[in-house]
């Protein structure tokens, strides 16, 4: 059983930097997979980014490639992802999310999530 809790939101202008996290608070992400997914205004939830249980692979959404990185601390226990050059259409609240497998995060299937953290990017 793992717990998680996300943290790092906030409202932000275009082209800034956020780096959103994600706390084990119960168990730890060893051997598990984990990813990030957001909820836009009005839009169904979305996959962002995600990390194989190695961490050594990554994926990542189209639309945040080359912006977002997912990454971990040595302890198993924190989980980042960094965003970069914010735009206003990555304004949603961002959910963070582990599993067993990472073909479940990748398909929205996991067995854990966090409550979500607010991003609010503007023009």
């Known amino acids: 059983q793992v717990q998680l809790v996300e943290s790092g939101g906030g409202m932000v202008q275009a082209g800034d930097s956020l780096r959103l996290s994600c706390v084990a608070t119960?168990?730890?992400?060893?051997?598990?997979?984990m990813g990030w997914f957001r909820r836009r205004p009005g839009k169904a939830r979305e996959f962002v980014a995600a990390s194989g249980w190695s961490a050594a692979t990554t994926y990542y959404a189209d639309a945040v490639m080359g912006r977002f990185s997912v990454s971990r601390e040595n302890d198993m226990i924190t989980a980042y992802l960094q965003m970069d050059n914010l735009k206003p259409e990555d304004t949603a609240v961002y959910y963070c999310t582990a599993a067993s497998q990472v073909r479940l995060v990748l398909a929205g299937s996991s067995a854990f999530w966090g409550q979500g953290t607010q991003v609010t990017v503007s023009a």
């Open positions: 119960s168990g730890t992400f060893d051997n598990y997979a």
